[in-house]
């Protein structure tokens, strides 16, 4: 049960607090007084979404916030505010930061809402389907069904999917193997011809400093020996000190210096010329060039070869598995579909007897709500195929509303005052079981006079059992609540606000004599 709902700056509702009470709680006001917005604040609060348009103009947020009560008395607070900047709403259980899929799912056993958006539903042979499930002895056939029919259109796609790649890899096959052959011939591997360069650079630098070495060696043994030539300055250098003494350190330097020659002479001859490598450089340009004409003919990069020869390979070993994968995917369909055979012939065989059950509960609810008392409602399945051999019995909604007539569906003869009470007869079968809050939004329109009292008495009915919210422009129906709420709109300042109040009972006559037209 819906106890209490807060709502704050939503749309032209600045701050309203509305508590409502067990039985029929009734909500009614001029047309365009706002009411719609209450019942938009607990469909956002169950899950469903709202644009931040909804934000009153000039508010950073709105908030919802309702207390529910179950009937072991268990209390559940849910609260969600909506951003008029971003759109984005925050959602809170019992205080605790909580999501849309969870509200979702408290909110469909604590709140089924019906409106006029709800009788277009109830024309459309799918809606009618998904009413027939919810009372089925096993419940869970639809879930299986779905589980695995899901299953199995996810082993077709792979099917399709790998049948396509195999199809248009076969058309390349020869063009695959023909690439594979060139790239194995030459066989490169990641970083090559980096590693090729800079073995080309070295030799060439190596071979550059023994050419330099050599030319050393023979500018101190060729020409005039330069060694020689420095034995003889350092013996000049001796005589001229012997008659200049100040020359002695400059000898010093010309002994060092014959020293020096001598000790690099000795160095030069020592150095090894046969550097330590594998290949030469005609070798490592040979297998550059070779690189190179692969590159030219197959348009990429070396890099881009060796990723390419991986890529050749996979797509060929895809087609030697491909047709055991397939062997294998088509073995899991098999069963798959035996299972999916399995639970749509129970699925059927559950729908049938649902069906007889359903519909002769409605027969009896539309007769208490003043249809014929010939009035019969049948379900008419028709086949649906899911996978090629396998159907599904869908039932269709089909009515006689009168002696002599043939089955129509709904959605051809039903007028809106009929469908207002077929919807009324439903939605209070399908909610038996779990109790949730009943909301009717209008579901009296196209109603009036005695069959409009029996709507009256269902709904009394109703309350005795569970709580319902009803919105309504009739007074006959208004007179029947236990609680009555009053929705107007004003203008304030130059602002419009929506006020929901709960009447008073000498306030309520007034308000019927209004609905009423009286003055």
């Known amino acids: 049960m819906l106890e209490l709902l807060r709502i704050r700056d939503l749309a032209l509702i600045e701050d309203a607090e509305i508590e409502f009470s067990s039985g029929m709680n009734v909500l009614t006001g001029e047309t365009g007084a706002g009411k719609s917005f209450i019942l938009r604040a607990i469909d956002f609060l169950t899950g469903q979404k709202m644009g931040q348009d909804m934000v009153r103009p000039g508010k950073e947020q709105a908030f919802v916030e309702a207390l529910f009560v179950n009937h072991d008395g268990e209390e559940t607070i849910i609260r969600r505010v909506l951003s008029a900047d971003t759109g984005r709403s925050r959602i809170y259980v019992n205080d605790k930061l909580s999501s849309q899929t969870t509200i979702k799912d408290l909110g469909t056993s604590m709140i089924l809402h019906t409106s006029q958006h709800a009788q277009q539903k109830l024309l459309q042979p799918a809606y009618q389907c998904v009413i027939l499930d919810r009372f089925l002895a096993d419940p869970s056939l639809p879930v299986k069904k779905d589980a695995i029919l899901a299953t199995l259109r996810g082993l077709l796609s792979q099917k399709e999917e790998l049948r396509q790649r195999s199809a248009s890899l076969i058309d390349k096959k020869d063009f695959l193997e023909y690439q594979r052959t060139e790239i194995e011939k030459v066989s490169p591997y990641p970083g090559e011809e980096d590693e090729l360069l800079e073995k080309k650079n070295t030799l060439r630098a190596q071979e550059d400093a023994g050419r330099c070495i050599q ?12 060694s020689g030539s420095v034995s003889a300055l350092r013996a000049e250098m001796d005589r001229i000190c012997s008659i200049f003494p100040e020359y002695g350190e400059d000898r010093e330097k010309v002994t060092e210096f014959k020293h020096y020659l001598d000790e690099l002479a000795s160095k030069l001859r020592t150095q090894p010329l046969d550097f330590d490598s594998e290949d030469s450089i005609d070798d490592i340009e040979a ?57 749509l012939a129970k699925l059927a065989t559950a729908r049938e007897a649902a069906a007889e059950k359903l519909t002769n509960r409605v027969v009896a609810e539309l007769k208490g709500l003043g249809f014929s008392e010939h009035v019969q409602v049948q379900f008419e399945f028709r086949p649906h195929e899911l996978y090629p051999g396998l159907n599904e019995m869908r039932g269709r909604l089909m009515w006689i509303p009168n002696p002599g007539q043939s089955a129509q569906p709904l959605d051809r003869i039903a007028s809106g005052g009929e469908l207002s009470r077929f919807l009324l007869a439903i939605t209070g079968l399908q909610g038996e079981s779990e109790r949730p809050t009943l909301i009717f939004d209008e579901v009296d329109s196209g109603i009036g006079g005695h069959t409009l009292n029996r709507v009256g008495e269902k709904m009394q009915d109703l309350a005795a059992r569970q709580q319902l919210i009803v919105i309504t422009h009739w007074p006959q129906l208004a007179a029947l609540a236990d609680r009555h709420f009053l929705i107007h709109k004003g203008v304030v300042d130059k602002e419009t606000f929506t006020t929901c109040r709960q009447l008073e009972p000498q306030e309520v006559s007034a308000e019927l004599e209004r609905m009423a037209g009286k003055e």
């Open 215 to 226: 030319n050393a060696m023979e500018i101190m043994r060729g020409g005039p020996d330069l």
């Open 287 to 343: 297998r550059l060039y070779e690189l190179s004409k692969l590159k030219r003919k197959l348009g990429r990069t070396l890099d881009q070869i060796v990723d390419l020869k991986n890529e050749i390979q996979e797509n060929l070993d895809f087609l030697d598995s491909c047709a055991l994968e397939l062997a294998q995917i088509e073995k899991k369909e098999k069963e798959q579909a035996a299972l999916l055979a399995e639970v």
